[in-house]
């Protein structure tokens, strides 16, 4: 054991003739925040999609809680316990908010009940059906959606759709939380809101949560150590007051 | 809270066919007799209903474009009948028999879904509807080009004569259960996972669904269905014909399920109704030189449905005049004694709002906007 709960080792990935990550060595502590910064096109998300088995590196390797993730699939790698939400938002549309949650509880193994037994309506679905529902509106009150829980999952407003996503990954009973620009499009009042919201994710559920974000207040704000990638390389890793005065970060992101 | 009747009214369809069922079960079995083209033509829609309802499954809720539902069909109507004919011998000509060759028609379509279901994991949209399509063909080619001691050839198969008093009985009982599986599997959480497929396939990946194996359940299913059709269609007709099973019919079942709005049960079983209803009253009135017409009207009355249904132009007309506003009309003069008076207080337990989340998945379109009631 490294002492690591997430952790990568020489991470690349290149499609065709660009190099879009490449010899990446990101360490995750466990409990905590942290944060992946870069300009545009620096290759975080890249770095989340590696993560998440939705891209398959070319070199390297990702070890989540000592366990080798490496080559498999997105859905298995989130059932080890690497949940994330999207840059561009991918909720179930036509789905109310509850269900949306109920989703991500599909796979506890608390809620286990066989196609069989939901077709007939045997006792295990309807007691599962009601446990998993509880359980929805519980995670649903701390993103203050609980009022929200029955409309559809298209007609929230957009820092709501942003909530919803980040409270159906954490359904998914994940070890580490990758968030993908969570502050994004919203206003300063609702980002303040955001921050709250996931420092008490931290504290309730004891979360590693990895975020990518582009407002360094934010970051600076929340995050204790984070990661700069600049062309899909490691430019700096550190404690967050550290990194974010360091030279080459700031010529990185201001040019020059 | 929960509306009152909200539960009747999810299961009003289901209660309607079996009312009906009953209904016709008990005269039949104390002796009245029905007119045998009636016995056929219920036949038709129960064949038609189990068909649309399968589909929908596949197109409907998971979201895969399939064209080769009639070659499932045809698959259990070739194994269906081909069983049944050696069967009827040793067995004699009773339910036995027809459970047996039920059970040998429905598995060889689904090994058959099982078939389709692994590349529709690969290739989406038109990709996979191409497959199913030419899935459809070879099936009906190799069934034409067997040998006639096998399957009959060009000529078709020929199945045992049956007592038709009682088949309509068991195809309705079987709309029952095709209706029955497909409603409580997708209003489960196996269900929820099809859906989350359609919605959005890599969140739903990333949520720790699994694709493959909710692809293929979604896939095996309809086909099992779809093969119960095809063996009922073998008792139903005298011999089974591959022309019968083209991708005209394929597209035909599609229809039903595209008209009766995508992922809605009961629209799936009106519109399979309906458009069987439809396609035999036109066969049998026009007759001779009019024959020529039968196409050709169908058609212009699909096309008048699906406009009336989405043209921008007539939506004033459809808010106004359609089923869920006349609900909303007679429920308004007859004021709910037990409603919340002060609006202001309790707005979000107003009883008239719709209870979203048990309408989920039984009907996905016209819930645009309408917020939630409370959970039960």
Same mark, same amino acid.
């Given at each position: 054991?490294?002492?690591?709960?997430?952790?990568?080792?020489?991470?690349?990935?290149?499609?065709?003739?660009?190099?879009?990550?490449?010899?990446?060595?990101?360490?995750?502590?466990?409990? $905590? +925040?942290?944060?992946?910064?870069?300009?545009?096109?620096?290759?975080?998300?890249? +770095? &989340?999609?590696?993560?998440?088995?939705?891209?398959?590196?070319?070199?390297?390797?990702?070890?989540?809680?000592?366990?080798?993730?490496? $080559?498999? $699939?997105?859905?298995?790698?989130?059932?080890?316990?690497?949940?994330?939400?999207?840059?561009?938002? =991918?909720?179930?549309?036509?789905? /109310?908010?509850? =269900?949306?949650?109920?989703?991500? !509880?599909?796979? =506890?193994?608390?809620?286990?009940c066989s196609v069989i037994e939901s077709v007939l309506r045997l006792p295990r679905h309807r007691r599962v059906e009601g446990q998993m529902r509880q359980r929805a509106k519980d995670l649903l009150r701390i993103f203050g959606l609980e009022e929200d829980r029955n409309a559809l999952a298209c007609s929230l407003p957009y820092g709501k759709q942003r909530k919803l996503e980040i409270a159906r990954a954490l359904a998914t009973d994940p070890k580490v939380l990758l968030l993908d620009e969570p502050a994004a499009g919203m206003n300063p009042h609702e980002t303040e809101d955001l921050a709250n919201t996931i420092r008490?994710? =931290?504290?309730?559920?004891?979360? %590693?949560? !990895?975020? +990518?974000?582009?407002d360094?207040? &934010?970051?600076?704000? !929340?995050?204790?150590?984070? /990661?700069?990638?600049? &062309?899909?390389?490691? !430019?700096?890793?550190?404690? /967050?007051? %550290?990194?974010?005065?360091?030279?080459?970060? +700031?010529?990185?992101?201001?040019? $020059? | 809270m929960k509306r009152p009747g909200s539960k009747l009214k999810h299961h009003l369809h289901f209660a309607l066919i079996g009312g009906i069922t009953a209904v016709l079960g008990v005269l039949t079995l104390t002796g009245a007799r029905f007119d045998s083209s009636l016995l056929f033509l219920l036949e038709k829609i129960a064949i038609s209903i189990i068909l649309a309802v399968s589909l929908s499954l596949v197109v409907g809720f998971l979201g895969e474009l399939s064209l080769g539902h009639?070659?499932?069909?045809?698959?259990?109507?070739?194994?269906?009948?081909?069983?049944?004919?050696?069967? @009827?011998?040793?067995?004699?000509?009773?339910?036995?028999?027809?459970?047996?060759?039920?059970?040998?028609?429905?598995?060889?379509?689904? @090994?058959?879904g099982i078939g389709i279901g692994i590349p529709a994991l690969r290739l989406r949209g038109d990709y996979?509807?191409?497959?199913?399509?030419?899935?459809?063909?070879?099936?009906?080619?190799?069934?034409?080009?067997?040998? *006639?001691?096998s399957f009959g050839g060009a000529l078709g198969l020929d199945t045992p004569r049956y007592d038709k008093?009682?088949?309509?009985?068991?195809a309705f009982l079987l709309v029952l259960l095709t209706v029955m599986v497909v409603q409580n599997l997708i209003r489960s959480k196996h269900g929820r996972a099809i859906t989350a497929i359609r919605d959005n396939e890599i969140a739903a990946l990333s949520c720790g669904i699994n694709v493959t194996k909710y692809k293929l359940l979604a896939f095996t299913l309809s086909a099992a269905f779809a093969g119960v059709a095809g063996v009922l269609y073998s008792y139903s007709n005298y011999t089974v014909q591959s022309l019968r099973f083209g991708y005209n019919y394929s597209i035909e079942i599609l229809v039903m399920v595209v008209l009766g709005g995508m992922g809605s049960i009961p629209g799936a079983i009106l519109s399979a109704t309906l458009i069987t209803f439809l396609d035999t009253q036109l066969a049998a009135i026009l007759t001779g030189d009019l024959a020529v017409l039968q196409n050709l009207l169908y058609a212009a009355i699909l096309i008048a449905i699906v406009i009336y249904n989405n043209a921008p132009a007539l939506?004033?007309?459809?808010?106004?005049?359609?089923?869920?506003?006349?609900?909303?009309?007679?429920?308004?003069?007859? *004021?709910?004694?037990?409603?919340?008076?002060?609006?202001?207080?309790?707005?979000? @337990?107003?009883?008239?709002?719709?209870?979203?989340?048990?309408?989920l998945s039984v009907d996905i379109a016209d819930r645009g906007h309408q917020e939630g009631g409370d959970d039960p």
């Open positions: 054991m490294s002492g690591y709960i997430l952790e990568t080792k020489k991470l690349g990935i290149s499609f065709g003739g660009l190099t879009a990550a490449q010899d990446v060595d990101l360490r995750i502590p466990k409990e $905590g +925040i942290y944060g992946l910064i870069g300009p545009n096109g620096a290759g975080k998300t890249t +770095i &989340f999609n590696l993560l998440t088995g939705v891209y398959q590196p070319t070199t390297g390797q990702v070890l989540l809680d000592g366990q080798d993730l490496t $080559g498999l $699939g997105p859905d298995k790698i989130c059932r080890l316990g690497l949940a994330r939400t999207f840059q561009n938002i =991918r909720l179930f549309n036509n789905m /109310t908010v509850v =269900r949306n949650v109920m989703v991500g !509880l599909q796979n =506890r193994p608390e809620y286990a008490q994710i =931290r504290d309730d559920f004891g979360m %590693t949560i !990895l975020l +990518i974000e582009h360094m207040r &934010f970051v600076a704000d !929340l995050c204790d150590q984070v /990661t700069v990638l600049n &062309f899909g390389t490691i !430019l700096a890793q550190g404690s /967050t007051q %550290t990194v974010l005065q360091d030279p080459a970060v +700031i010529k990185a992101y201001i040019g $020059g | 009639a070659g499932f069909m045809c698959v259990g109507a070739y194994l269906g009948g081909k069983v049944s004919a050696l069967l @009827v011998p040793l067995l004699g000509n009773g339910p036995a028999a027809f459970l047996v060759s039920l059970a040998a028609g429905a598995g060889a379509a689904a @090994v058959c996979l509807a191409i497959v199913t399509l030419a899935f459809g063909e070879i099936v009906k080619s190799l069934f034409q080009n067997s040998s *006639p001691e008093r009682y088949l309509f009985l068991f939506k004033g007309f459809r808010d106004k005049y359609n089923l869920a506003a006349l609900a909303k009309k007679l429920r308004r003069s007859a *004021p709910d004694p037990a409603a919340v008076r002060d609006d202001a207080a309790k707005w979000d @337990v107003v009883p008239t709002k719709i209870d979203m989340d048990e309408l």
